[in-house]
Every structure is written in structure tokens, then in C-alpha cells.
């Protein structure tokens, strides 16, 4: 691990990679770094941001980056416009891993695919073709019922060789951690 890398660098990273909120425990466990140091880097990062495009915001000890809400007309046309468009590739490739693997995490989705999902996760969570369990720990995410619907399946079970690929993907996964 480098050690001539701004802490606030390091935290700005985790918290755009992750596209989620992050608790400042979960912060401590992965960087190493004192509490007190990351609750400094993390509100030096918060008025580094204040004049951007990105915010940093948090609530109950969690922390989050998020686009500025004066902003919030240009967001709302780039999410309606990726709705009405067709999924891509990565889309698809996520949304055949939630189908078949899930419920599955944003991690173990990432770890199979080996890129970031979030974006692909989000498209389809707005799209209503999987559904975000935020119950659990790690979130989860599964196939919808209005996928199903749109497949004209009545479970995921029904999909076209989806005993062979759950038992596939499950050894590939278990392949990966080792």
C-alpha cells in the first residue's frame, strides 16, 4: 500500500467506488486508519467538495458522495434517457448473473464479472428488472417479478438451463475466493 497517498484521496475513492454509504467502522477496517483520522479526512474531503458537482453527505455515522442538488434537472434527464435506451451489454451480463446467482451482492456480482457493477445495478434496479434487498447485509439483489413477467416465466427457475449455470457460477465463485 502506498504511503505518500492523501487520506482524503484514499476515502474519496472508496466512497465513489463503493456508490454507497459507507460507515466510518467499515472505513476504519479497511483503511487501517484511526477513527479520528478518517472523521478529519472525511470532513476535510466535505469542504474540499463544497463548490463541486459531487457532495459529501452523512446521516447516523454513515457517509455517502452524491451529485449536488442544483443539479438535480440534468440527473433526472440522464436517468430518463437511460431507461428509454436498450440495455447494453454489461447490463445484460449483470442482470443473467442476478438471475441466475441471486441473490446476490454488489461484491460477489463484481467478483464474478470482475469490473464495477454499480452503474449496471442501478439501471436495472430503476428499470424494475431486479430488486435491491436493503434488509440485508451485505444489500442483496435478485431477479424481479416484473422481469420474470416481461420473460413470461413464472420463477427463475423456469429460465433456460438454470440449473446447470447456478451450479456453474457457484463453482467459478468458489474457484474466485480461493
Known sequence: MATDINPEQILESLLFAYGESLSVKKITEITKFPVNKVLLSLEN??????????????????????????????????????????????????????AYRGPASKSEIEMLRGVNSGYALRNLTLRGLINKNEVTKPQTYQISLGALKKLGLNTEHELPKYNELKTELLRTEKLLQN
Request: charged share 35%; proline share 0%; glycine share 2%.
Open 45 to 98: 474531503l466535505r469542504n474540499n467538495l463544497a463548490n463541486r458537482g459531487i457532495k459529501l453527505i452523512n446521516k447516523d455515522d454513515k457517509w455517502q458522495l452524491v451529485s449536488d442538488k442544483e443539479h438535480s434537472e440534468y440527473i433526472e434527464k440522464l436517468v430518463k434517457s437511460e431507461i428509454q435506451e436498450e440495455l447494453t451489454a454489461a447490463s445484460l451480463e449483470v442482470l443473467a448473473v442476478v
